[in-house]
């Protein structure tokens, strides 16, 4: 683990089960193709996995 993570939304949320939509708003996600970088955990990485098909992840290099 590399310590974080940047998670892009790239797909939207229209059609999608009330679940899927909570679990991309807990991981901080408002809107298409906007990012977040958060500390790469077992929790994020749970829902991260719930919601794959929506996402994309890359390990966020350590700036500075």
Request: charged share 35%; proline share 2%; net charge positive.
């Amino acid at each position: 683990m590399s310590g974080k993570l940047k998670i892009t939304l790239t797909r939207g949320l229209s059609g999608r089960c009330e679940a899927h939509r909570r679990v991309v708003k807990g991981l901080g996600l408002t809107r298409l193709n906007r990012s977040v970088v958060l500390m790469d955990t077992p929790e994020i990485r749970g829902m991260v996995e719930k919601v794959k098909f929506l996402l994309r992840v890359e390990e966020a290099g350590e700036s500075r």
